[in-house]
């Protein structure tokens, strides 16, 4: 492994310019995945050349990752990395699952009959998604398992619960993993699966 390990931050800010395979503005990676790359953090990474830099309009900084920053990101993923914060926390689980999680096969199952498009606002989703997992489990910290939220909500398009469940997730509202031991599943808990990367995750704990 490359000697000198990088900080949080550092591997933070490379696996999400490595899964968004784009050039990334310094306000939007801030704003958007709420990482401050700030100028030690960001000179290791140019210094390394494991980033790229480049000043637009206004002076405004974007970030491209390189092909060594790519290597960095995995070798650093497979050591172990430490996070401080539970948004960090949140994003580090988000982006190590994609990288280092192996394949699951999923066994085929009927198509479900998918529920008409909802009218709800991603605020209401979330409320529902709430009340569900006040009604699956007493109290907070609890794992309840996606099947039974998805019992609960029918009439929301699946598509939408998806997009508001990762939102959570990002904001460090909600708590979703995969089961320890894939054997147990059922079908029907194959299919209530959220996928996030390239990760089905069958349980989820609500918190603040």
Known sequence: MSEGRLT??????LLVLR?????????????????????????????????????????????AITPAGEERAVEEV???V??????GKTLA?????????????VPAVEEPVRAPVTTLSPEEVEGRIRAA???????????????????LL??????????????MMLAGRVDIEPVAILGDLK???????????????HQFRVGA
């Open 8 to 13: 949080y931050r550092q591997v933070a800010v």
């Open 19 to 63: 899964e968004l395979k784009t050039a990334l503005a310094h306000k939007e990676l801030k704003e958007e995945w709420g990482l401050e790359l700030d100028a030690k953090n960001r000179a290791g990474l140019v210094d390394a050349k494991l980033i790229e830099l480049e000043t637009r309009e206004r002076r405004a900084l974007w970030y």
């Open 78 to 80: 497979r050591a172990g």
């Open 82 to 87: 430490p996070v401080t914060s539970r948004s």
């Open 93 to 105: 689980l988000l982006y190590l699952r994609s990288l280092s999680a192996p394949e699951v096969t």
């Open 133 to 151: 997992y006040a009604k699956i489990t007493p109290g907070t910290g609890r794992w309840a398992a996606m099947t039974k939220l998805r019992a």
């Open 154 to 167: 029918t009439d929301i398009d699946r598509d939408l619960q998806d997009d508001v469940l990762r939102t």
């Open 187 to 201: 079908p029907e808990d194959h299919a209530a699966a959220i996928v996030i990367g390239s990760t089905p995750n």
